[in-house]
């Protein structure tokens, strides 16, 4: 099955587009993403004000962010750990109050408990730039599309507790 963000519903849909189900209805729905057993789907709505999870069934819809302050685009780009204890993104305030934002990657327990600030990840402007982000198959880092702190916008890696965020290529673009 594929989850699907459409009209602010979020979908399942066979692989052919046939056996439709929609899961829940509310408004802004983007960025679905499995846990790694795929038993649960989460997913950021309103244009990123909240952090949601819910099962594949439709059922335990857990709000477990949210809403994000006024001065912040949101959460973006929630990414399950492989095992799916966690979830990283990130998550934005206004900077220097102009229509730039400071970017941060966070991480919170797949509950919704112990929300943790990882690491800066510089700031964007964000217009036609999607920063993005996923964990390595074994939980042991995390590969980064941010305007980091020094080199500019591009692939960065990190360890997963947030520390020796290096720079490896410039140019990249969403996760």
């Not at 439709?20 to 789907?41: A, H, K, M, Y």
């Not at 990840?121 to 964000?126: I, K, Q, R």
């Not at 982000?133 to 590969?143: C, I, V």
Request: proline share 7%; charged share 20%; with cysteine.
């Amino acid at each position: 099955r594929i989850a699907v963000a459409h009209n602010g519903m979020l979908k399942l849909i066979d692989p052919e587009g046939g056996n439709r189900s929609t899961l829940v209805v509310l408004p802004g729905i983007v960025q679905p993403t499995w846990s790694p057993d795929g038993e649960r789907i989460a997913f950021v709505v309103s244009g990123g004000r909240s952090l949601y999870v819910i099962d594949r069934d439709g059922s335990d819809l857990t709000h477990l962010l949210g809403p994000a302050p006024h001065d912040s685009i949101g959460f973006w780009s929630p990414a399950w750990s492989p095992d799916g204890s966690r979830i990283a993104y990130i998550a934005s305030t206004q900077w220097n109050k102009v229509d730039r934002w400071r970017l941060r990657v966070e991480v919170v327990d797949a509950d919704g408990s112990n929300p943790t600030e990882l690491v800066e990840a510089g700031t964007c402007y964000c217009l036609g730039f999607t920063p993005g982000l996923t964990w390595s198959p074994d939980g042991a880092s995390m590969a980064l599309v941010i305007v980091g702190p020094d080199e500019g916008y591009g692939l960065y890696v990190m360890n997963a507790d947030g520390t020796g965020l290096r720079f490896v290529a410039e140019g990249a673009n969403g996760s």
